[in-house]
Structure formats: C-alpha cells, structure tokens
C-alpha cells in the first residue's frame, strides 16, 4: 500500500486509495470453460458466403473497428481550417502507425496537389538552381526509413496540471511510418551549395504558405525528400505527393506539400523574427531552435480511453516510447505511483528516431494503480517527471513537454489524468 494523498486531478482535487503491488504473471484460468455457445453454436459469418474479391479494390477495416479513429477537440482552435486531429494510441499496437490514423495538423487546411503539375524547386545559394518533377526525383537513389513524427505541441495542454482525459489527446500528435524517399544532400549535392550555403527555407504549397528553417548540417545528413509511407503514396493529409522529412526533429519542421528550398547564410525566422516554435520561460526569455524531441513514453494501456476491462488476475499494460536522440534501450514502468519501478520488456524493431513499443505483464489484484512509463534513450537521457520540467521551464510553454504521465486506475478498471505531487 502507498500514500496516495497527493494525487491531484484537473476535475476532482484528490483521490485517495490503496494500491497494489505488481506481482508475477500467470495466466492460467484466463481462458472460458468448454461450452461457450460463441464457439459452439454456429454463427450468422459461418451459413453464409462472403463477399468476393472484387468488393473492395482498396481495403478498409472491419466495420467492427469504427471506433478506431483520429478525433478533434473542437474548443482547441477556432477553425477546423487550421487544426489538429489526435492518432488514437490506445487502439493501436506494434509501431507503426495505420496511414489513416495519422495525426493531422495543417495551418491551412489539406492542399490539393496534382502530383503531374507538381514540382520542386532549389534556389538560392546554389551553383545551379533546379527544379524537379515527380519523375525526375524518382530517378535519383532512395531510402527507407522508419521514423516517429511528434508536434512539439503534443501534451502542450497538461503544462499546467492534468487535463485532457485519454492518450489520445495527451500524446496523439505523434505518427510512426517507414518513409521512402531521397536523401536531400543528393539534391543538395546536384545543385552545388555555395561555402556560405549554412541555412535552408523549406516552403509548402499549401494555401498557409508554410516554411521553416533547417540547418544545412542536419539537411545534409539524414533529412529526406519523401513520397511514400509505409509503402503507398503519402497521403494528401500527409503531404502528398512530397513531404519534408527531418528525424528527430519538431513535426513542424517536416514542411508537406513540399515545393522549393532556397539555400541562404542565415535562419529566415531571426531575419523576419517569427520563429513561432519558441518555449517562454519563467523569466520572460524564449528558447528558440529547440528543435529534437527529447525522449519520452506513454502508457497507452490500460488508459481512460482503454480501461481494464476483467476484474482481476493477469493483465497486459503497454505503451510507446521513442527519442529524437536515438534509440530507446530501456523503459521503466511503475503500477502503484512509483514506489517501486520494473524494467518493461521491449518487442519490436528497436530503430533510430522511431516509436518503441514496450509491455509490463502482471497480476492485477483488483486495487487502484497509479501507472508511469519512463524511457531511457540510447545517449543516457532519462525522462523526466513533470514537476522536474516545470523547475527549469516554468508554466509558460506550450511545446516541448515530454513529463512522465500518469495514470489513474480505480477498482473498476477505470483510468484517468491525474498528476502525483
Ligand atoms: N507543412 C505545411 N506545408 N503546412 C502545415 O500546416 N504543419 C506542420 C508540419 N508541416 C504543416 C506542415 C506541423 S506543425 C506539423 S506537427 C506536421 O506538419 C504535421 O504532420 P502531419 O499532418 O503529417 O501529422
Ligand atoms: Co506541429
């Protein structure tokens, strides 16, 4: 048993409880007895035939899965226009994220590309200024990567206590996706970047005209000029037909709808002063080029969206975690708020920049759980505890939030946002 008497929710100031301890796992009498008519009647799926191959030339879910699905908080921005929507990691498992279920955030909505009429450009401080069909990059030698997408904004809202109930809310501006594309030094390199060539102004084609900065160091070692994920053509959501892709590094930076570089000596937001990603700090000051995403973890199961749904015996937690610095060797979980730690068994491809997915099986005795992740990244970082965050960054940022989440469990299964003092 813990003191659980500094709990603090948004919604219910304090929750007192008992919680257990994780003990072994067994999971034997978790099967049904012999006899369950599911399995011994026949069912509607079994007395008649199916439909055939031709009814659905590109596939969708079950229709059981409806529920799976990207959703919006309305009140979050004036306009759907310019928006968010959240992937749903609580349905999900493995990493890699569905193409469907990718998090969307545009500023000025999905722009509409004609891939035929599509093009891009390098200009600048180049020896030789380029412009690309589609077909032209397809030319060129490509790559497959599978990297993690997360908006510097993801858990933005719970810089101030907790707030949104589910994962998905919480930490759902975040995809996984194996990308096919070029490396851009090969277009670089094609175009002759000038010695004083340091800075690169990526901009979209769509309506928001949106552009970033990149260093030239990071463009020339793993940042790719991408078409494809996870196999298909990216997604018009996604950027189709070409998209930015910068490892590691803020989703904001990742420019879709990707039509022109122009290669300068300097970061185009310190001449315009408009860099918007900034972190304010207590004193008034801003961090500026905060640019990788520091490691970071979320239990996805059980969470509010996802309770437990047995009484007890043994039950599966898991979650994803992943760093802008490297691979995630280790995640710690804890099911009673921290009291005692256990080192979560890592399954799945363990690859640079990209999501981890983790598990902790135990034996739940039916009491209330206080459940944290903590990941470890392959350079020693160690996530921290939101409280740890807010002494050096205070309550003034948005972005950048990557604080240990907890979760709630009560008796019944049911789990909620909740933050240990
Ligand atoms: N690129 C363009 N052209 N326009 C945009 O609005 N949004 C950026 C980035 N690239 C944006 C863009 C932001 S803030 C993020 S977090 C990612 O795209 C989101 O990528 P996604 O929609 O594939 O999840
Ligand atoms: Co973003």
């Known amino acids: 048993m813990v003191d659980t008497s500094g709990i603090k929710t948004s919604r219910r100031g304090f929750i007192r409880a008992g919680l257990a301890a994780g003990g072994a796992i067994a999971t034997a009498g978790v099967a049904r007895a012999a006899g369950d008519p599911a399995i011994t009647e026949l069912q509607p799926w079994m007395q008649q035939l199916g439909e055939g191959v031709d009814a ?36 999900m498992d493995g990493i890699i994220t569905p193409n469907g279920l990718c998090f969307e955030r545009h500023h000025g909505g999905v722009a509409a590309v004609d891939p035929a009429k599509h093009r891009l450009m390098i200009n600048g401080l180049v020896d030789r200024e380029l412009v690309f069909t589609m077909e032209d990059l397809m030319r060129f030698p490509r790559e497959n990567h599978v990297y993690f997408l997360e908006c510097a904004a993801n858990s933005g809202m719970e810089w101030r206590g907790a707030q949104l109930n589910g994962c998905q809310f919480t930490h759902g501006m975040i995809h996984n996706v194996m990308y096919t594309g070029v490396p851009l030094r090969l277009l670089l390199e094609e175009a002759g970047v000038k010695p004083a060539g340091t800075w690169l102004l990526a901009e979209g084609a769509d309506a928001s ?4 900065s990149i260093p030239m160091e990071k463009a020339l070692d793993d940042c790719l000029v991408a078409f494809k994920m996870n196999g298909e053509a990216l997604r018009p959501e996604q950027g189709y037909p070409l998209r930015l892709v910068v490892p590691g590094w803020e989703g904001n930076m990742w420019i879709k709808w990707l039509r022109r570089f122009e290669v300068g000596d300097q970061p185009w937001e310190q001449r315009e002063e408009t860099s918007k990603y900034t972190d304010l700090m207590p004193d008034g000051r801003a961090r500026k080029f905060t640019w990788a995403m520091d490691a970071k973890s979320v239990i996805t199961n059980p969470s509010p969206q996802a309770p437990i749904t047995h009484t007890k015996g043994p039950t599966v937690l898991t979650g994803v975690a992943w760093s802008g610095h490297g691979t995630i060797p280790r995640v710690d979980v804890t099911i009673d708020g921290g009291k005692n730690w256990h080192e979560a068994r890592i399954s799945g491809p363990s690859l640079d920049k990209s999501m981890h997915r983790f598990y902790f099986e135990f034996d739940w005795d039916g009491s209330a759980l206080l459940l944290q992740s903590r990941a470890h990244d392959s350079t020693g970082y160690v996530q921290p505890t939101k409280n740890e965050l807010r002494k050096i960054r205070g309550l003034n940022s948005i972005y950048h939030n990557n604080g240990i989440q907890t979760w709630y469990v009560n008796e019944k299964g049911e789990a909620e946002n909740v933050e240990i003092s």
């Open 56 to 91: 659905a030339p590109y596939g969708m879910p079950s229709p059981f899965e409806a529920n799976v699905k990207r959703r919006t908080v309305p009140w979050l921005t004036a306009d759907p226009i310019s928006s968010i929507n959240f992937t749903p990691l609580h349905e």
């Open 209 to 212: 005209g949106m552009t970033r």
